[in-house]
């Protein structure tokens, strides 16, 4: 593609309006393992790659509060209560994942998804009592894409670790510590744990530095905010294709990274995919 058509399509991307949004939901927020940490006895899942749903009851919403246009049939066979879990369909899929839930019409490519809980917010007692509720629900619905992520009790570090090259070898993201008998609660939790061969974050997506060079025409770099506050250049790990319809400005991006700086700036930061970008019109 000539430069400055690329200039034009991804200034497109920028500018293009979103759909109105519902009010962000209240999630739980998950903190990194370390190694020294005694996990012994908590619950252990794989970290699924899909893209995170909020069901109230009613609709189906995105992290950032969008509504997905899931199909009826998607919807109306969900419990009157909430849930919280991952769209997905295989290991590797994400950006299928992603396409698929983005667009703001129903569609017939629902049926590759299933929708798999890992919490069901708002419920009294642990997590084992929390998930049995939905459980219940499904001995008594038959609902084939709704699933509970299976949860194995983690034994010791040594079972962790076997447990994540297990994962890690056959393509998994990672793998999802959670205490047992911790309450529901929202925001970042030290009772949520994610465990990854690598450091990752999320960023929003705060602005677009021009490309200079070979990427003239493009973008150079994202400029992203992370919870903190702080803000930072990301441009190592983006493709081409990202630098020609980069992230729009409000999405929500992970990248890799190896430890902070002095004042507290994720180092040597890589970009990964997009988390969430809103729905489009496709």
Known sequence: ???????????????????????????LLLNMYRPGMDVSGWYMSEKLDGVRAYWDGQ??????????????WFTEKLPPFELDGELWIARGRFEKTLSIVSKTKPHSEWHRLTYNIFEVPNSSGGLKTRLGRLQTYLEQHQVPYLQIIPQAICRNAEHLMVELSRVDSA??????LRNPTAPYATGRSHNALKVKRFDDM??????HRAGKGKYTGMIGALWIEIEDGRRFYIGSGLRDRDRVMPPPIGSVVTFRYQGVTRNGVPRFASFLRVRDVGLNHK
């Open 171 to 176: 393509g998994g993201e990672g793998l999802v």
């Open 1 to 27: 593609m000539h430069r400055t058509g690329c200039t034009l399509v991804w200034m497109f991307a920028l500018f293009v309006a979103l759909p109105a949004r519902s009010a962000a939901p209240d999630l």
């Open 59 to 72: 609709q189906l919403l995105s992290r950032q509060g969008n509504v997905f246009a899931a199909p009826a």
């Open 202 to 207: 999320e960023g929003r997506v705060v602005g």
